[in-house]
């Protein structure tokens, strides 16, 4: 299942002497023939009723809350996990947040169409975000890719629905608000890939990035909280980052700045680790376009920090590296460890391919570039001492709305704009036809997966209890507040 296709047959097409079929590029339809993507998801419903996803079914061997979370912090920087433990102790959707290969696991035994689709895998409702193309606009977009594979599209779609309800339950909601959040999700969705099939494909390739979003998805409740973190993201600059976590110092050259200990989240690091660090960016160079070697070229590198990142990625080795340009404005870049996803295990169980071994970071940036609508123009990727990194900006005017957060009655109007991001990110790798064809007019899929969000919630919850009876009873350390 590594085709991205892989659930559509191949079609026929005819041939000519004049203008012969280039591999790569779609074959021409033959005359009078009906067969279509659309045709083949609708066909895919006969082997799997949309009212199938509702189900789910957990594996007698699934892991403990406790075991999971060990499990998954294994090979991380061991004086971190209590700060990883204390951050997903916090609450049921904090506990989900950084459990995405344990719902993985659960997800491996449910039932999938076999359309391959490049996924996020960790697709939650904190995993979307603003942030800045390369004239400094906001993008709204997925803006997390950690988990990034070749895998079924519903995985991502039932972490999503499922965040909202715990969301919703988090701010306050009722559960009836809770159900219509993750219904309303799936429904958006399912209009926005419908819609995406109708428009040409250049037009649906860039579609839904911008303004447009809160009138297609009907989430005007939204408009004043997204302004709020549209001007704080505007601020949020890697200039505004090193006023406040850096100092001047005087060197050999005459003066630059280095970073300032704020423990335990950002921490100076040894001289021969800030040089490994600064070696690797020679190599992170040739993973970029040659047109962005000489924007780079005008930077100079001054300090390396270690800077602890959010709550899935907690324990990861994660850098900070401080550049200056000729006027000592500077940019930070994020050297970040890319481990391998966490829903590599499970691909085979749901009929998926694990994609052969190979560099972690280009995995992420590269899944990620096939994501978005517009991406880093500075993502790249590196090795740090045989550990794979990838590389991006740091604070790149970054915005998020925290879901937990939110009002009761902006909970339903956050999901179904991420729902309509969620298809539109889909729609790159797998032909929106298809999924469209699948998903249908009617709310039978709407009603499924709400279902299964409520169910997979209720036990997210219960997990997450267990977790924090054993911080509470001293099994795990954590760390609280951090």
Known sequence: MGDYQAAVPGQRGTESARVPHVPGFAPRAAAGTTDSPKEHGKALRARLPRSAHSALTLSPDRPDAVRAVEESSRDRVPELTPIRVGRMAASPFAFLRGSAGLMAHDLAGSPVTGVAAQICGDAHAANFGLYGDARGRLVIDLNDFDETVVGPWEWDLKRLATSLVLAGREVGADEDTCRAAAFDTVGAYRRTMRLLAKLPVLDSWNAIADEELVSHTDARDLLGTLERVSEKARNNTSARFAAKSTEAVADEDGGGR???????????????????????????????????????????????????????????????????????????????????????????????????????????????????????????????????FQVRQFRNRKGSVDPAALTPDEVDDYGRMTGALLARAHAHSADPRLIAGYCGKNEELDEAIATFAVAYADRTTADHADLVTAVNNGRMAAELGV
């Not at 391998?340 to 009929?351: N, Q, R």
């Open 258 to 388: 280095r970073f300032v200990d704020a423990p335990p989240v950002l921490r100076r690091v040894p001289d021969a680790e800030a040089a490994a660090v600064t070696a690797s960016l020679g190599a992170y160079l040739r993973t970029l376009s040659e047109d962005r070697l000489p924007l780079l070229a005008r930077y100079a590198v001054h300090d390396v920090a270690f800077r602890v990142v959010g709550t899935g990625s907690v324990g990861t080795r994660s850098y900070v590296v401080l550049l200056l340009d000729h006027r000592g404005e500077p940019l930070v870049l994020q050297v970040k460890e890319a481990r391998p996803s966490a829903l590599l295990p499970h691909l085979a169980s749901a009929g998926f391919a694990a994609p052969e071994p190979g560099h972690e970071g280009q995995r992420v940036v590269l899944g990620q570039k096939r994501m978005q609508v517009v991406s880093d123009i500075l993502l790249g990727w590196t090795t740090v001492q045989g550990r794979p």
